[in-house]
């Protein structure tokens, strides 16, 4: 549904986006990651036609933006960054604005105001004028314009910035929800929110692409990855680390220590080895010793963020 | 067109959901009367005709256009509404558009508040009736000249200020390459009365003054609209070499 072909954008002399190619297909949600200043607002902002791109080409459902960008522009919602929205407005007369440029009337008109205030949460102020509205009521009256006409993709950039834990919990519903028959783009630097809601992520730093996959493989990158962590009751740090040593598939080094007599250890894989887990809990049955914890680590995504992405670029706008 | 209908419809809605219609509304109308009966000293001139209403509009507008013009882009630019509004499936000939239009029918509604002035002129008096439609024709397409010209300063800056402040300048010198003591002192620095007359054609002062003889040229009408279309034109390049 959506395809970045080669985006370039220069500002001034500056190269803000790179060489940038992606797809998104329907049914997928798209975590677009990256520090702040890498351009990712710069990328959605070409994506949905608002900043005209140096080089490359955007299509939307197979309409490209620069050709024919009314109808490119007709099957997306697109979310801005500091979701915007006419301040002088009501939650509603903006919406019925919104709704009008998207060529819905009649009753297919209210119908749509009705479903986006209900799925937003927007009832109570549906009659306010917007610049009184609280932070997460007007966040999501911006969202509830992108949703409105239900459109096939969804482009949104942050959309769980300035809302409380349960409203992001209930936007990142919401989304993975809508994700089952849309192509959703989703900016964020949260990475929780990458593992709860996302399909794919794509990692932008300093306008290049760096990570392009699941967030299962993203994981699979972190060093701490595919290490067992095992916790046995009774048994002494030597003892342990002896049984340990005697497992082919434990790889080097072995970290392990004792308190309250119980003795913890984390090990790392042997190169090409797979079954680590199974490995040592047969072993640990074999010798009769009982554990309490014992577990494979999925990798950080954080870790693995901050190993991809350098950390200057936070410094670069 | 129908988009166009809906922007000019919000625009308008939010002209009248502040307090910026009402006290641009009020003040228009105090200003012309002030500046007719006080400083026109219409009754003293003792004529059934609105040519001491009229001559004041250059000035008037020069001031109170481009406080509703700057707003018109600086304000979407500033609140981030501009992103939104050029991702809808809207052309930038719509958008653009609309929002002049709406800003010119508002200006329209201002101007024709003013009726009671004519009324008035038509009851004490026997005017001529043609110089007053003409002259309200006149004083309509320069408003709508001035609002195309404070938009298109407006769609070059977020600060409404700087948008104000060059468009009554550039307002201004509209005005004065026309104005009398300007073409006077012109040549009387030795330009030659070519040039001075080709500089005055680009005023509205000169356009302006015809139409309020009672004469309907096209020359006029089609001044006015090429300078609504250049500056509209403009507009447009302007907000496209702003976002990139």
Known sequence: MIKADGLVKWYGGMLAVDHVSFEVQKGEVLGFLGPNGAGKSTTMRMLTGYLPMSEGSVSIGGHDMAEDPLAAKALFGYLPEN???????????????????????????????????????????????????SKGFFHRTCFA???????PVLVLDEP????????????????????????????????????????????????????????????????????????????????LTALLEGIPEAGRPLEVSEQDGNATATVPPAEGRKGLAAAIKAALDKKGWSFDELHTNQGRLDDVFRTITSLDSANVK | ?????????????????????????????????????????????DEASL???????????????PAIGMRMWAEERRMGTLELLFTLPLSAKQAIMGKFLAGWLFLGIALLLTLPMPITVCYLGDPDVGPMITGYVGSFLMSGAYLAISGMTSACTRNQVISFITSVVACLLLVLVGFPPVTNLLLKWGAS????????????????????????????????????????????????????
């Open chain 1, 83 to 133: 979701a915007p929205a006419y301040k002088d407005m009501t939650v509603e007369a903006f919406l019925d604005f919104a709704a009008s440029m998207r060529d819905l009337t009649g009753q297919k008109k209210r119908d749509a105001i009705e479903k986006a205030i209900a799925t937003c949460h927007l009832e109570k102020v549906r009659h306010q004028s917007i610049d009184t509205l």
């Open chain 1, 145 to 151: 314009q992108a949703i409105l006409h239900d459109p």
């Open chain 1, 160 to 239: 769980t910035d300035g809302l409380d834990p349960n409203q992001k919990h209930e936007m990142r519903e919401l989304i993975k929800r809508m994700g089952r028959d849309k192509a959703i783009i989703v900016s964020t630097h949260i990475l929780e929110e990458v593992e709860a809601i996302c399909t794919r992520v794509i990692i932008i730093d300093k306008g290049k692409l760096v990570f392009n996959g699941t967030p299962a493989e993203m994981c699979a990158k972190s060093a701490g990855a595919g290490r067992v962590t095992i916790r046995v009751q009774g048994v002494s740090k030597v003892e």
């Open chain 2, 1 to 45: 067109m129908n988009k166009t209908l809906h922007i000019i419809k919000r625009e308008l809605a939010s002209y009248f959901g502040s307090p910026i219609a009402y006290v641009f509304l009020i003040i228009f109308l105090i200003l012309t009367g002030f500046f007719t009966f006080m400083m026109g000293g219409f009754f003293q001139s």
């Open chain 2, 51 to 65: 040519a001491r209403f009229f001559v004041w509009h250059p000035w008037l507008y020069m001031l109170l256009v």
């Open chain 2, 193 to 244: 009365s070519v040039l001075v007359d080709f500089a005055a054609s680009l005023s509205v002062m000169f356009h302006f003054e015809s139409m309020q003889r009672g004469v309907l040229d096209l020359r006029d009408i089609i001044y006015f609209v090429t300078l609504m279309a250049f500056a509209l034109i403009s507009t447009g390049i302007i907000l496209k070499q702003k976002r990139s």
